[in-house]
């Protein structure tokens, strides 16, 4: 592993489109661009994302992933083995490894950093998902497009719908949905071919509308095969989690299964964090008393991973610290957002244009207040709090329907399919 840590990915050098050197609002786009392309963590394999785009929303990039390059490098990673970035039952990497992802990892080292995290490192994905793609199509051609995608409890705008004519239905209300499209079409296949072999694996996983978000960001940094085998370690490892008391409470897992379960964080979430913070009970306070609907704020801040809230650098900083330590980030980061913006939240009267203030001021902030609103979140401790009691008292119900086994043969049965696999209970 510490070889994979400190040695260079590939040789191949994508140069930056001319045209695209040549215009640019923000004044230091031109050095991104170059500082962008000169690497190479996305050039291994064909990016299922498009790399002008990923740059022109990723201002200061050079400057950012240089400090964190520079960071990095003071770190003793000569050394490191494959299994100590290895998060354990209920815990999450040594603290070593954990202080250094808080500070934000170079996209140069995120594929290696995650594929470790869960434990992927030796392991052959692409085996394991040719594996799933015969199971749940049965050994027969995938399709090259899906009429019916699960959206795990997403819902699209209807009102931008022309917008988005030229495409399927399928790939319309993704892109509806979608807070920053950034995935190319070989990146919106992948796409939706993983929620829907993710749907088909996983009955109990009703309601997620997190998952889409998530799956691209994995897709900037991982293929699609890796992708699938980071989900179901999610997967698996939050399951376990909230059916285990212990884990439950320290808020390590990654995917709620149930809308209610997200409802009942949400509530409880407010209110314990109001008697932890005099600045946000006022804030929450405020909101009530201009009745604007806070719950809806929560959940579109969380199920978006605050894309079009926080700039692009923080909203993959904050991911991959979720990655490693769970859930738990997106409440910190909640926090310390609302704290940061209490005084201007104030100053509005009215309850129609608040999302707007909110995002005028958290979409402006430079690196330095980026980094700043995500050292402030650990200063807020949910460890002990009323919050972690909540999961204590919820009963996280799965859809009636689970599977008591649902195994993953080398080839599709002709006697039992997936479906009936099932028994009510």
Same mark, same amino acid.
């Given at each position: 592993?510490?070889?994979?840590?400190?040695?260079?990915?590939?040789?191949?050098?994508?140069?930056?489109?001319?045209?695209?050197?040549?215009?640019?609002p923000?004044?230091?786009l031109n050095?991104d661009y170059q500082?962008?392309?000169?690497?190479d963590?996305f050039?291994?394999?064909?990016p299922?994302?498009?790399?002008?785009k990923f740059?022109?929303?990723?201002?200061?990039y050079?400057e950012d992933q240089?400090?964190?390059?520079?960071?990095?490098?003071?770190?003793? @990673?000569i050394?490191l083995?494959h299994?100590?970035? #290895?998060r354990q039952k209920?815990?999450?990497?040594?603290?070593k &490894?954990q202080?250094l992802?808080r500070k934000?990892?170079p996209?140069?080292?995120a594929?290696?950093?995650?594929?470790?995290?869960?434990?992927?490192?030796y392991?052959?994905?692409?085996a394991?998902?040719l594996?799933a793609?015969k #199971?749940?199509?049965?050994?027969?051609?995938?399709?090259k @497009?899906f009429?019916? #995608?699960?959206?795990f409890g997403?819902?699209?705008?209807?009102?931008?719908?022309?917008?988005f004519n030229y495409?399927n239905e399928s790939?319309?209300?993704i892109?509806l949905i979608?807070k920053v499209?950034?995935l190319?079409q070989?990146?919106?296949?992948?796409l939706?071919?993983?929620?829907?072999?993710v749907n088909n694996?996983?009955?109990?996983?009703?309601?997620?509308?997190?998952?889409?978000h998530i799956? #691209?960001?994995?897709l900037i940094f991982?293929s699609e095969?890796q992708?699938?085998?980071?989900?179901q370690f999610?997967i698996k490892?939050s399951?376990?989690?909230l059916?285990?008391?212990?884990?439950k409470q320290?808020?390590? &897992?990654?995917?709620?299964?149930?809308?209610?379960?997200?409802?009942?964080?949400?509530?409880t979430f407010?209110? @314990?964090?109001?008697?932890?913070?005099k600045?946000?009970s006022?804030?929450?306070?405020?909101m009530q008393?201009i009745?604007?609907d806070?719950?809806?704020l929560?959940?579109?801040?969380?199920i978006?991973l605050?894309?079009?809230y926080l700039p692009f650098?923080?909203?993959?900083k904050i991911?991959?610290?979720?990655?490693?330590?769970?859930?738990k980030i997106?409440?910190?980061?909640f926090y310390?957002?609302?704290?940061?913006v209490s005084d201007?939240?104030?100053i509005n009267?009215?309850?129609?244009n608040?999302?707007?203030?909110l995002?005028?001021?958290l979409?402006n902030?430079?690196?330095?207040e980026?980094?700043n609103i995500?050292?402030q979140a650990f200063k807020?401790?949910?460890s002990e709090?009323?919050?972690?009691?909540s999961y204590m008292?919820?009963?996280?119900?799965?859809?009636?329907?689970q599977?008591?086994y649902l195994?993953i043969?080398?080839?599709?049965?002709?006697l039992i399919?997936?479906?009936?696999?099932?028994i009510d209970i």
């Amino acid at each position: 592993m510490g070889q994979i840590l400190s040695s260079q990915c590939c040789d191949k050098k994508e140069e930056p489109p001319k045209s695209l050197l040549q215009v640019g609002p923000m004044l230091n786009l031109n050095q991104d661009y170059q500082y962008f392309f000169s690497q190479d963590w996305f050039g291994v394999d064909k990016p299922q994302f498009e790399p002008q785009k990923f740059i022109y929303i990723y201002p200061g990039y050079k400057e950012d992933q240089s400090q964190m390059e520079k960071f990095w490098s003071k770190a003793d @990673t000569i050394n490191l083995r494959h299994g100590e970035l #290895v998060r354990q039952k209920g815990k999450v990497l040594n603290k070593k &490894w954990q202080y250094l992802i808080r500070k934000g990892v170079p996209c140069s080292m995120a594929k290696k950093i995650i594929l470790d995290t869960f434990r992927l490192t030796y392991v052959d994905c692409e085996a394991e998902y040719l594996s799933a793609l015969k #199971v749940v199509f049965k050994n027969k051609q995938i399709p090259k @497009t899906f009429k019916n #995608v699960p959206l795990f409890g997403c819902n699209a705008d209807e009102d931008d719908d022309e917008e988005f004519n030229y495409l399927n239905e399928s790939e319309k209300k993704i892109q509806l949905i979608l807070k920053v499209q950034i995935l190319n079409q070989q990146g919106m296949e992948a796409l939706i071919r993983l929620l829907w072999i993710v749907n088909n694996l996983n009955h109990f996983l009703e309601y997620n509308p997190m998952l889409l978000h998530i799956i #691209v960001l994995l897709l900037i940094f991982l293929s699609e095969a890796q992708t699938y085998c980071v989900l179901q370690f999610m997967i698996k490892d939050s399951q376990q989690s909230l059916n285990d008391n212990q884990t439950k409470q320290q808020l390590r &897992w990654h995917l709620i299964m149930n809308e209610e379960h997200f409802k009942e964080t949400a509530t409880t979430f407010y209110e @314990t964090v109001s008697k932890r913070s005099k600045t946000f009970s006022n804030v929450y306070q405020f909101m009530q008393n201009i009745r604007f609907d806070s719950f809806e704020l929560f959940q579109e801040m969380s199920i978006s991973l605050m894309l079009t809230y926080l700039p692009f650098s923080s909203v993959l900083k904050i991911f991959i610290i979720y990655l490693n330590e769970g859930i738990k980030i997106y409440f910190r980061i909640f926090y310390s957002v609302l704290r940061y913006v209490s005084d201007d939240i104030k100053i509005n009267k009215s309850n129609s244009n608040f999302k707007a203030i909110l995002r005028k001021k958290l979409m402006n902030l430079n690196i330095e207040e980026q980094n700043n609103i995500i050292k402030q979140a650990f200063k807020l401790s949910l460890s002990e709090s009323e919050q972690v009691k909540s999961y204590m008292r919820t009963a996280v119900s799965y859809t009636k329907n689970q599977p008591c086994y649902l195994p993953i043969p080398s080839q599709a049965s002709d006697l039992i399919t997936n479906e009936q696999a099932f028994i009510d209970i």
